[in-house]
T-cell receptor, first 111, second 114 residues
Framework: DQQVKQNSPSLSVQEGRISILNCDYT??????FLWYKKYPAEGPTFLIS?????DKNEDGRFTVFLNKSAKHLSLHIVPSQPGDSAVYFC??????????FGTGTRLLVSP | DSGVTQTPKHLITATGQRVTLRCSPR?????VYWYQQSLDQGLQFLIQ???????AKGNILERFSAQQFPDLHSELNLSSLELGDSALYFC?????????????FGPGTRLTVL
C-alpha cells in the first residue's frame, strides 16, 4: 500500500523556469511533510518541510505547498538551476518519525 | 557531507549468507534509522533506535535485525540473504528522534546478492 505517491517519475525543465514536483498521500493522519533531494552515489539531503497546520513554507528558491483537503503537496523551485538536477523524494510522517517516502521524481534542469 | 558514515560502500555476497552493515551517526545525534531502497522504489523505513533502545519498527523482515551500541553506532544484520534483498541500505541519524527532527542520511551501502 503506497501511502505517499509521486506519479511523475521524471520532469525536465529549462534553466530559469519553474519546476513543480507533485506528491499525493492517502493517510489523513500524516501531520508532517518533507522533501529530500538525492544526488547519485549520495544519501538523501533534507530540503524543506511543512507542518499540517500550515499550507505554505518558503526557503529561498524552494516553496512547499500543502493542500490537506486534496491530500496533495507540491514543491516549487524558482528559478530552476542545473545544479537542482537530482531525484526528489517527498516524505510524510505522523507522530514519531517513521517517515514514509514516495518513489521519487527525477528532475533534469537543462541550461 | 552529512556527518553520517556507513561501511562498507559496496557488498557483494551469495544467497543464504549473512552480512553486517555499519553506521556511525553524526556527532551528538542519539537516534539512528535504517532504510532500504530497492530498484525504482522509495525508501522503506526498517527500524529506528534512540540511545540504544528500539523506538519504532517498520517493514523489517524477521531475517533482519539491528542494534545500537553504547557508543551510538548501529549495525544492521541481514541473514539468509535472498536475491530480493539486493538494494541500497541507508542509515540516517537525528538529534532526538522526535517528529520534527531533521534526519541526516549517510551515503548508503549497496548490497548485491548473487
Amino acid at each position: 500500500d503506497q501511502q505517499v505517491k509521486q506519479n511523475s517519475p521524471s520532469l525536465s525543465v529549462q534553466e530559469g523556469r519553474i519546476s513543480i514536483l507533485n506528491c499525493d498521500y492517502t493517510n489523513s493522519m500524516f501531520d508532517y511533510f518533507l522533501w529530500y533531494k538525492k544526488y547519485p552515489a549520495e544519501g538523501p539531503t533534507f530540503l524543506i518541510s511543512i507542518s499540517s497546520i500550515k499550507d505554505k513554507n518558503e526557503d529561498g528558491r524552494f516553496t512547499v505547498f500543502l493542500n490537506k483537503s486534496a491530500k496533495h503537496l507540491s514543491l516549487h523551485i524558482v528559478p530552476s538551476q542545473p545544479g537542482d538536477s537530482a531525484v526528489y523524494f517527498c516524505a510524510a510522517s505522523k507522530g514519531f518519525q517513521k517517515l514514509v517516502f514516495g518513489t521519487g521524481t527525477r528532475l533534469l534542469v537543462s541550461p | 557531507d552529512s556527518g553520517v558514515t556507513q561501511t562498507p560502500k559496496h557488498l557483494i555476497t551469495a544467497t543464504g549468507q549473512r552480512v553486517t552493515l555499519r553506521c556511525s551517526p553524526r556527532s551528538g545525534d542519539l537516534s539512528v534509522y535504517w532504510y532500504q531502497q530497492s530498484l525504482d522504489q522509495g525508501l522503506q523505513f526498517l527500524i529506528q533506535y534512540y540511545n540504544g533502545e528500539e523506538r519504532a519498527k517498520g517493514n523489517i523482515l524477521e531475517r533482519f535485525s539491528a542494534q545500537q551500541f553504547p557508543d551510538l553506532h548501529s549495525e544492521l544484520n541481514l541473514s539468509s540473504l535472498e536475491l530480493g534483498d539486493s538494494a541500497l541500505y541507508f542509515c540516517a541519524s537525528s538529534a532526538s528522534g522526535t517528529a520534527t527532527d531533521t534526519q541526516y542520511f549517510g551515503p548508503g551501502t549497496r548490497l548485491t546478492v548473487l
